[in-house]
């Protein structure tokens, strides 16, 4: 990835974990666009993380582009499930 | 809302409840689009729905447009909290 573009995996943590990163990302790393990635239960988080960053904290910045998708996960126990995925483009 | 456009809300019932909802709303009642709102931990499901949709049952089927919000909630105990709040359009 280039210098000026950021991903940020959205997991269990609460979601001010990540708009803290997303904040750090923007303001002291000179980021002009991060992208926010999630699956499963943890896509809310990132809605909510993005909702965050956008109304709290950063009021200039945009939601670009989000795209939704299915990733195939491997089980312990022998085969496959199917996940959804959330991916959440913000730039400034 | 016109004919050709209709709305399914997503709640806490399993995502297979609102596949079923909207594949009857495409195939019988002629719809051409149908958009999906959901709020709070429903937001995954609504994403469930949309992806299960799409690559199980109706393959033709094309994710318009997803757009993200808050809204707030009055709280029994008096105040407001916020929620975010997603919509995805689905249309074929």
């Not at 666009?33 to 988080?45: E, F, H, N, Q, S």
């Not at 965050?52 to 299915?70: A, E, N, Q, S, Y």
């Not at 195939?72 to 199917?82: D, L, V, Y």
């Amino acid at each position: 990835m280039s210098d000026d573009s950021n991903i940020v995996y959205i997991g269990r943590k609460p979601a001010m974990n990540y708009v803290l990163a997303v904040i750090t990302s923007f303001n002291t790393e000179g980021t002009k666009m991060v992208t926010l990635k999630a699956r499963g239960r943890a896509i809310t988080t990132a809605v909510d993380v993005a909702e965050i960053v956008h109304h709290r904290f950063m009021k200039d910045l945009k939601v670009d582009d989000i795209t939704i998708g299915t990733e195939e996960i491997e089980q312990q126990e022998g085969g496959t499930r199917n996940v959804s995925t959330i991916d959440i483009k913000l730039s400034r």
